[in-house]
Nanobody
Framework: EVQLVESGGGLVQAGGSLRLSCAAS????????VAWFRQAPGKEREGVSC???????YYADSVKGRFTISSDNAKNAVYLQMNSLKPEDTAIYYCAAVWSYYCSGLPYSRWTDFPSWGQGTQVTISS
């Protein structure tokens, strides 16, 4: 069974940084695609970043140049380094996994396309 657990959220000032972690069990990242989604109050859940052995990495335009996704195969974990944070980055952040998915498809996909989800971690950015 695929299990995902996020951690690393918190409250920081605008311009600050956070590093989110997604610890996985029940699968290996060699075969799965992992994406980070976020959902703010009143907004749809949106994909912000993705990593896959099939086609590499993807970033939404809103976070490109500020966020970096990475993986540690030895720890079976995926990370999202978030720099230059803005108040509009405030949301609950989730990691999600799906087998054999191309990250280039993320902007055209629905969040329901990902069957496995973590519990979410709150990120709050003060102005």
């Amino acid at each position: 069974e695929v299990q995902l657990v996020e951690s690393g959220g918190g409250l920081v000032q605008a311009g600050g940084s956070l590093r989110l972690s997604c610890a996985a069990s029940g699968f290996t990242f060699d075969d799965y695609t992992v994406a980070w989604f976020r959902q703010a109050p009143g907004k749809e859940r949106e994909g912000v970043s993705c990593i896959s052995s099939l086609d590499g990495k993807y970033y939404a335009d809103s976070v490109k140049g500020r966020f970096t996704i990475s993986s540690d195969n030895a720890k079976n974990a995926v990370y999202l380094q978030m720099n230059s944070l803005k108040p509009e980055d405030t949301a609950i952040y989730y990691c999600a996994a799906v087998w054999s998915y191309y990250c280039s498809g993320l902007p055209y996909s629905r969040w329901t396309d990902f069957p496995s989800w973590g519990q979410g971690t709150q990120v709050t950015i003060s102005s």
